[in-house]
C-alpha cells in the first residue's frame, strides 16, 4: 500500500498545492522512482505540452585561467601551471564564433573562468564584437559568479556591469556558479567566489533589468537531500519576487580530473529523481532542463519521461564538462537531437533562447 505521505505528496501535486521541503526530502529518501517520474510528467505536460525543446548553439570558453580554483572543477588552472592554460584575445574569439555562426546557430552561449588580468573592457568588447557582427544571433553570456567578479575588479555595481553588458548587446544570462546555494558548503567547494546571495542578488537585478536568465545546482558531491531541496526552494523564492529563471538545469557532479576525485560520480536513478524532483518542487520555473553534456544522452533521453521538457543544444564546442571527464561527445547534429526525442514520442522543438518557437519535426 502507498504510504500516507506519499499519498498526500499526490495528492497536493495533482491539486497544484506547493510541495514544502519536508516532501521534496520525503521524495528524496523514500519515494519510488517511476511514481515521482510519473508525477513529474504529468506536470511537464501540463506545462510544455508533447514540446522537447532544443537550440542550435555555438559554446565559447575565453579562457581557462582562473583565480577561484573551485575544488570541483577540471576546468581551471593557474595563469602558469599544468592543464594547458590558455586565453583567447577577442579576435580569437570572434574569428571561432564568426565560423559558427555560418552553421544556422541562434546563439552565442559564451562562459568563462575567472582570469587574473583581464579588465571588464576585455568581455564588454567581445559582446560588442559578436552584437555588431551578428545582431540577430542572440548572445546569452557570464554566470552570476562572473558578474559578480566583474563588478569586483571593474569596481562598478552589480547593476552598473549588468547594464553596461546590455547595452553592449548581453541578451540573456546562463546558470551556472549556483553549485549548491549554502555557504557553508560552498566555503568548502568554492570559498573563492560569489557566496549564496551574492549570486541570488545577480539573479534579482538581472530580472529587475529585464535579462531573463537560468539556474542550476551542481549535485552529487558534498550535499545531502535536505540541501538540494533547500536549494532549490531559494531559486522558487526568487522567482516569486522576481521572475526571469526560464529553465533550471540539475548537473551531476563529475568528479574525474578535480580535488574531489574521490568521490563517486551520481548514478542514473539519481540523476533522473533529482530532474523529477525538480520538476515539482519549482512550480513556477517553466522549463527543466536535461543538460546532455553532463547526463549523457542515454539518461538525458529518458530523462525526457521524468519531467524535464529541454535538452539543450546541438553545442558545437565545449571545453568545462569535457575537462571534468564527461564522456559524451563535443556536440551534436539537429538530426541526431531531433531522431532522439521523436523516438521518445514527443515533438522535437528547436526554440531561440528565449523559448521562441522556431520550427517543429
Ligand atoms: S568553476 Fe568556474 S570559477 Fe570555479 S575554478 Fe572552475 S572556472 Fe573557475
Known amino acids: 500500500m502507498e504510504p500516507m505521505m506519499m499519498r498526500s505528496i499526490t495528492e497536493k501535486i495533482r491539486s497544484g498545492i506547493r510541495l514544502e521541503a519536508a516532501d521534496g526530502i520525503y521524495l528524496y529518501e523514500a519515494g519510488d522512482l517511476l511514481t515521482i517520474g510519473e508525477l513529474a510528467r504529468e506536470k511537464k505536460l501540463q506545462k510544455s505540452g508533447r514540446h522537447v525543446f532544443f537550440n542550435v548553439n555555438c559554446h565559447i570558453n575565453l579562457t581557462n585561467i582562473c583565480v577561484s580554483r573551485c575544488n570541483f572543477c577540471a576546468f581551471g588552472v593557474d595563469k602558469e601551471g599544468e592543464g594547458g592554460p590558455y586565453l583567447m584575445t577577442p579576435e580569437q574569439v570572434f574569428e571561432y564564433g564568426a565560423k559558427a555562426a555560418g552553421h544556422g546557430i541562434t546563439e552565442f552561449h559564451i562562459v568563462s573562468a575567472m582570469h587574473p588580468d583581464m579588465p571588464f573592457d576585455y568581455y564588454l568588447e567581445v559582446i560588442k564584437k559578436f552584437n555588431q557582427a551578428f545582431p540577430d544571433i542572440h548572445i546569452q553570456a557570464f554566470t552570476a559568479v562572473e558578474i559578480f567578479y566583474f563588478s569586483q575588479i571593474s569596481g562598478l555595481s552589480i547593476r ?140 538525458a533521453q529518458i530523462a525526457l519521461d521524468f519531467g524535464a521538457d529541454d535538452i539543450d543544444g546541438t553545442v558545437i564546442e565545449e571545453r568545462i564538462m569535457h575537462a571534468a571527464g564527461a564522456e559524451t561527445q563535443k556536440g551534436i547534429t539537429k538530426d541526431e537531437i531531433v531522431a532522439l526525442i521523436k523516438e521518445s514520442g514527443y515533438i522535437p522543438t528547436e526554440r531561440d533562447t528565449i523559448y521562441n518557437i522556431l520550427a517543429t519535426f
Open 160 to 299: 552598473e556591469v549588468l547594464s553596461a553588458l546590455k547595452e553592449a548587446g548581453l541578451g540573456s544570462m546562463p546558470g551556472g556558479g549556483a553549485e549548491i546555494l549554502n555557504d557553508k558548503l560552498r566555503r568548502q567547494l568554492c570559498p573563492k567566489k560569489a557566496m549564496s546571495d551574492e549570486w541570488l542578488e545577480v539573479h534579482k537585478t538581472a530580472h529587475e533589468l529585464g535579462i531573463k536568465t537560468n539556474c542550476t545546482m551542481l549535485f552529487g558531491h558534498i550535499e545531502s537531500y535536505k540541501d538540494r531541496i533547500e536549494h532549490m526552494i531559494r531559486l522558487r523564492d526568487l522567482q516569486d519576487s522576481a521572475p526571469g529563471f526560464q529553465s533550471f538545469i540539475p548537473l551531476p557532479f563529475l568528479p574525474e580530473n578535480t580535488k574531489m576525485a574521490n568521490i563517486k560520480r551520481t548514478s542514473a536513478v539519481d540523476d533522473l529523481k533529482t530532474i523529477a524532483i525538480s520538476r515539482l518542487m519549482l512550480d513556477n520555473i517553466d522549463h527543466i532542463k536535461a543538460f546532455w553534456i553532463m547526463l549523457g544522452l542515454p539518461v
